[in-house]
T-cell receptor, first 108, second 116 residues
């Protein structure tokens, strides 16, 4: 059975801190790994990773995939209160399977 | 708004009643997905369509759940004889079929179902 495990499940940091969110997976027929941000409604797409070792970057967010060790990390630098959300990792095998998410709270 | 649209936004129903939700995907997307999300959990895969064909259905999905996408455009998800455990957010997503890695799913805002 495909598995996606995220850690930590929740995190509280101060504005300006850097955070690293983790995602490990076991999936049949791996195609890609995706990160989403979910605030109150629909998950919004952040990154899609298909190749090992290539960092994807968007502003203060970046992510990288290790297909040998079967994990990915999402980094957020200089956190802001608007970064408070649930960050979801999903792995595309035969279906897109999500982890439980990491709930991030950034305090002023 | 050219995003994924779901209706209704909220549905409250009594146990035992049938409910139907609708999803209108992004128009050029040929894949459509249904997920269910409960508090503290990530979205749980239910089923997906490529055009009008239902290609996969979760083994965990009860026979009370059925989905259709008759013309390869909008989709409906019906739950028969609802149970309190069906209370959840039902999310629809769509994507293009592109390459080996696929393409990102774009989610609608969901239909929140409460079964009393």
């Amino acid at each position: 059975e495909d598995k996606v495990v995220q850690s930590p499940l929740s995190l509280v940091v101060h504005e300006g801190d850097t955070v690293t969110l983790n995602c490990s997976y076991e999936v049949t027929n791996f195609r890609s790994l995706l990160w989403y941000k979910q605030e109150k409604k629909a998950p919004t797409f952040l990154f899609m990773l298909t190749s090992s070792g290539i960092e994807k970057k968007s502003g203060r967010l970046s992510s990288i995939l290790d297909k040998k060790e079967l994990f990915s990390i999402l980094n957020i630098t200089a956190t802001q209160t608007g970064d408070s959300a649930i960050y979801l990792c999903a792995v595309a095998g035969y279906a897109l399977n999500f982890g439980k998410g990491t709930s991030l709270l950034v305090t002023p | 708004d050219t995003g994924v649209s779901q209706n209704p936004r909220h549905k409250i129903t009594k146990r035992g009643q049938n409910v139907t939700f609708r999803c209108d995907p992004i128009s050029e997307h040929n894949r459509l997905y249904w997920y269910r999300q409960t508090l503290g959990q990530g979205p749980e895969f239910l089923t997906y369509f490529q055009n009008e064909a239902q290609l996969e259905k979760s083994r965990l999905l009860s026979d009370r759940f059925s989905a259709e996408r008759p013309k390869g455009s909008f989709s409906t998800l019906e739950i028969q004889r609802t149970e309190q455990g069906d209370s959840a957010m039902y999310l629809c997503a769509s994507s293009l079929l592109l390459g080996q890695g696929g393409s990102p799913l774009h989610f609608g805002n969901g239909t929140r179902l409460t079964v009393t």
